[in-house]
């Protein structure tokens, strides 16, 4: 399996803060790289896939890079509504796999 | 408006099977190109993929989980049914139906619609 590891683990920050999420795969995934969101008691939601395409009626604050093995999900200017846990899957190969997540709580 | 929902036990005994149903609206388990999958999610942890089943009833299986884990459909019904055997304490969590993306390829599988989970305790 290809493994996908997210850094940091927890990032605190500010409303107004660009933040930047990095996820690395243990081997080449070309651009096959999505982003979710997932807030508490809730269900991930898909933000982005294929390394920077926003789903449907995602912000523009969010954007995704990167390709290969390493990839960045940036939000802009961190909103309110943006304080949750942000996890990548690969799906270049099955079977497809998370990473661990990255927790981002208020600074 | 593509919705899932999942149906099923929230507590078993260890050693039991676990059946949970999913129940989609919106799309058509027939149609070409569609597949849903189960994931799971352990508290505090990443999501997990276990099972997928396309349109045409090809099936795809964590291989980790595999020899436990059976998916189905019904199409006429809209319900897409995976079975868990020999529960066990490490497979309490949350499970979600989600429905593959259809903006990419055949063995290119991400999740753009997901049920809202369905919380499972293992426990005698």
């Known amino acids: 399996d290809i493994q996908v590891t997210q850094s940091p683990s927890t990032l605190s920050a500010s409303v107004g803060d660009r933040v930047n999420i990095t996820c690395r795969a243990s081997?080449?995934?070309?651009?096959?790289l999505a982003w979710y969101q997932q807030k508490p008691g809730k269900a991930p939601e898909v933000l982005i896939y294929?390394?920077?395409r926003l789903h449907s009626g995602v912000p523009s604050r969010f954007s995704g890079s990167g390709s290969g093995t390493e990839f960045t999900l940036t939000i802009s200017s961190l909103q309110p509504d943006d304080f949750a846990t942000y996890y990548c899957?690969?799906?270049?190969?099955?079977?497809?796999?998370f990473g661990q997540g990255t927790k981002v709580d208020i600074k | 408006q593509i919705t899932l929902k999942e149906s099923g036990p929230t507590l078993v005994k260890p050693s039991q099977t676990l059946t949970l149903t999913c129940t989609v609206s919106?799309?058509?388990?027939?149609?070409?190109?569609?597949?849903v999958g189960w994931l799971r999610q352990a508290p505090g942890k990443a999501p997990e993929w276990l099972a997928l089943?396309?349109?045409?009833?090809?099936?795809r299986y964590s291989p980790s989980l595999q020899s436990r884990l059976t998916i189905t459909k019904d199409s006429s019904n809209n319900q897409v049914v995976l079975t868990v055997t020999n529960m066990g304490p490490e497979d309490t969590g949350t499970y979600y139906c989600?429905?593959?993306?259809?903006?990419?390829?055949?063995?290119?599988?991400?999740?753009?619609?997901w049920g809202p989970g369905i919380r499972v305790t293992v426990s005698s």
């Open positions: 989600a429905h593959k993306s259809q903006t990419v390829g055949y063995y290119l599988v991400f999740f753009d619609y």
């Open positions: 919106g799309f058509s388990l027939s149609s070409n190109s569609v597949a």
């Open positions: 089943i396309y349109w045409k009833d090809d099936k």
């Open positions: 081997e080449s995934i070309s651009s096959w």
């Open positions: 294929k390394t920077s």
């Open positions: 899957q690969q799906y270049q190969s099955y079977s497809w796999t």
